[in-house]
Nanobody, 116 residues
Framework: QVQLVESGGGLVQAGGSLRLSCAAS????????MGWYRQPPGKQRELVAT???????YYVDSVKGRFTISRDNAKNMVYLQMNSLKPEDTAVYYC??????????WGQGTQVTVSS
């Protein structure tokens, strides 16, 4: 099974930017939907954005216009460019995929902390 490793998180001031990366251990070419999720402190994991194999994207309302998801099938990478960060974006961020309604294995995630 494809394993996923997230990186690129850190501490940033409100209004700043970060670019998260997700490296897959195998090919993601055949995986239709890749996504970024996040788990804020004390809350459940939630969807942030998805991208299909063909490049169609979806964003939750709270990140529209600020975040951009992309994928490089040749490099087996998925990215999340986060601009205009807000304190409420503070969370552990994960990437994952859905196949037949089932998630892949969750990685360790990468911590994003936005200070006010």
């Amino acid at each position: 099974q494809v394993q996923l490793v997230e990186s690129g998180g850190g501490l940033v001031q409100a209004g700043g930017s970060l670019r998260l990366s997700c490296a897959a251990s195998g090919s993601i070419f055949s995986i239709n939907v890749m996504g970024w999720y996040r788990q804020p402190p004390g809350k459940q994991r939630e969807l942030v954005a998805t991208i299909t194999r063909g490049g169609s994207t979806y964003y939750v309302d709270s990140v529209k216009g600020r975040f951009t998801i992309s994928r490089d099938n040749a490099k087996n990478m998925v990215y999340l460019q986060m601009n205009s960060l807000k304190p409420e974006d503070t969370a552990v961020y994960y990437c994952n995929f859905l196949i037949n309604g089932n998630f892949g294995s969750w990685g360790q995630g990468t911590q994003v902390t936005v200070s006010s």
